[in-house]
């Protein structure tokens, strides 16, 4: 274990890497900081609807944090959380037990798919390397006829992220003289409320203008094979789903008690600090609306 103070950062996206980036730099021979986090290449989600359309390819969005590991002041832990306990101040991993002087936590969201019956079996996603390529199958091996994309529960990351996809898929249709009827369900009472009315109404008009049907305030119950029921009794029959899934913290902090009601940790917004001494999270993990 080091003997300098350790400044311990779980998960390597881009916020984790991001933080560990400017910290290391910070701290130099002051402090140690160590990342936790399994993957050896980082992907770039926001280049994941670039593989949909065939635009990159995985390798191209993909790196494995090498700059950032060599620093003197870096140490990778390639493993996965497996506790984390606040009061004792360590991170068990499935490996070891480290301890720590400050931690950052930045694990993200995992997706539960559980919450909707047919959800997984029967939709789509942009979400993941793995998800998006599947998606590209499914586009080019689609002769026509009715899309259905929405999300399935709030909240959710990078709210303008599903209705930037629809856009995409509308644009990409048209291009290749292909018909499809595009349909846009979501939970919300307008496009991305975090953004205002105002925004929101101004999507909605872009959608509208593309030919793509916008169903608002609809949640999804059940999905069968070719058709999302909804909570209000209606049905929307699909030949290609595509959903964003619900968005849940990790089991980890769950456990660990660092969430609130809402299921996300509570954060300072000024300084992102949570209700545990030396305790901070960033990113889609925290309760701050997005």
């Not at 191209?60 to 959380?81: E, F, G, H, W, Y």
């Not at 979400?127 to 080019?140: H, P, T």
């Not at 091996?141 to 994309?149: P, Q």
């Amino acid at each position: 274990m080091p003997s300098e103070p350790n400044v311990v950062v779980l998960g390597c996206g881009m916020g984790g890497f991001t933080l560990s980036n400017l910290v290391s730099k910070r701290v130099g021979n002051s402090a140690v900081v160590t990342i936790v986090e399994p993957r050896t290449r980082l992907p770039f989600p926001p280049a994941f609807q670039w593989l949909v359309f065939g635009w990159r390819q995985p390798e191209k969005i993909q790196r494995a944090p090498t700059s950032l590991v060599k620093r003197k002041n870096v140490r990778m832990v390639s493993d996965r959380v497996e506790k984390v306990d606040v009061n004792e101040r360590t991170v068990k991993t499935q490996s070891q037990t480290i301890r720590y002087d400050k931690l950052v936590i930045s694990l993200g969201t995992e997706f539960a798919f559980d919450q909707v019956p047919g959800l997984e079996a029967y939709s789509h996603n942009a979400y993941s390397i793995e998800g998006a390529l599947k998606l590209r199958g499914a586009i080019d091996n689609f002769d026509g006829g009715s899309i259905a994309i929405g999300i399935s529960r709030l909240p959710i990351k990078c709210p303008p992220a599903p209705y930037e996809l629809a856009l995409l898929l509308e644009e990409h249709f048209r291009r290749i003289k292909k018909r499809a009827e595009i349909h846009f369900f979501t939970p919300e009472p307008h496009p991305v409320p975090a953004a205002g009315s105002v925004i929101g109404k101004q999507v909605e008009r872009l959608l509208n203008s593309r030919g793509i049907k916008y169903l608002s305030k609809m949640k999804v119950a059940r999905v069968d094979k070719d058709k999302v029921l909804f909570d209000n009794g209606s049905e929307l029959k699909y030949d290609i789903l595509i959903t964003t899934p619900p968005h849940r913290s990790s089991q980890v902090v769950r456990d660990a008690g660092l969430t609130d009601d809402s299921g996300w940790i509570p954060v300072n917004p000024h300084n992102l600090a949570t209700r545990h001494e030396d305790v901070f999270a960033i990113g889609d993990i925290t309760s701050i609306e997005t």
